[in-house]
């Protein structure tokens, strides 16, 4: 995940319990909060803060802030906070829908086909897209177990639409039913660190 349309973020001072807005300039990676004063924001190895980004929506996270005197001389803020986002909390989506590419053949139960071998493609914490040679029905649910970042979840997924690529194999797009509790976080820490490059 990067933040390309990020302009303002609310940081948790854990010292006084304030919350204070913090102006915000992201490139690519890179994040950089701009400080009217020094002791402004504390460097901190762990400290909450919400990014507002028009796309992708609320991202909450939990960040490590180095604080520096700003070289930037056309700059209104003296001072800035380098920014490292840790762990990411929770996802308040936007516009879009955050999904992350994937290929992933994992062992599927079909309600009414049985067992199934499904390639997984891309997922989200709306539903799934897998491919398979097995042949589904409109509306027919498949479950299957995964793990996103450490605990394994058991989930179930409805089929919403299906696509025949006429060589055996089908595609299909699914909606999850009922994730387990933790499951729709996870899936979101499991995107954003595709997204980074931190997980394959």
């Known amino acids: 995940m990067v933040l390309n349309n990020c302009t303002v973020c609310s940081v948790y001072v854990p010292e006084d319990g304030a919350l204070r807005r913090?102006?915000?300039?992201?490139?690519?990676?890179?994040?950089?909060?701009?400080?009217?004063?020094?002791?402004?924001?504390?460097?901190?190895?762990?400290?909450?803060?919400?990014?507002?980004d028009g796309q992708i929506g609320c991202i909450k996270t939990y960040c490590e802030l180095i604080v520096r005197r700003n070289n930037d001389s056309s700059a209104a803020e003296p001072w800035i906070a380098d920014c490292e986002i840790l762990d990411v909390a929770e996802i308040i989506q936007g516009r879009r829908n955050l999904r992350a590419k994937m290929e992933r053949e994992i062992p599927m139960n079909s309600f009414k086909q049985g067992e199934l071998s499904g390639d997984i493609q891309n997922i989200s914490t709306d539903g799934i897209y897998f491919i398979t040679r097995t042949r589904l029905r409109y509306d027919d649910t498949v479950e299957f177990c995964y793990s996103f970042v450490e605990k394994e979840y058991p989930l179930k997924a409805v089929v919403l639409r299906e696509e025949d690529f006429r060589d055996g194999r089908y595609g299909y797009g699914c909606r999850f039913l009922e994730l387990p509790k933790g499951a729709e976080r996870d899936i979101q820490q499991y995107i954003f660190k595709r997204e980074h490059g931190q997980i394959w």
């Open 22 to 52: 913090i102006r915000v300039k992201c490139a690519g990676d890179r994040i950089t909060l701009f400080l009217k004063r020094e002791n402004e924001l504390p460097d901190s190895e762990r400290i909450r803060i919400d990014f507002f």
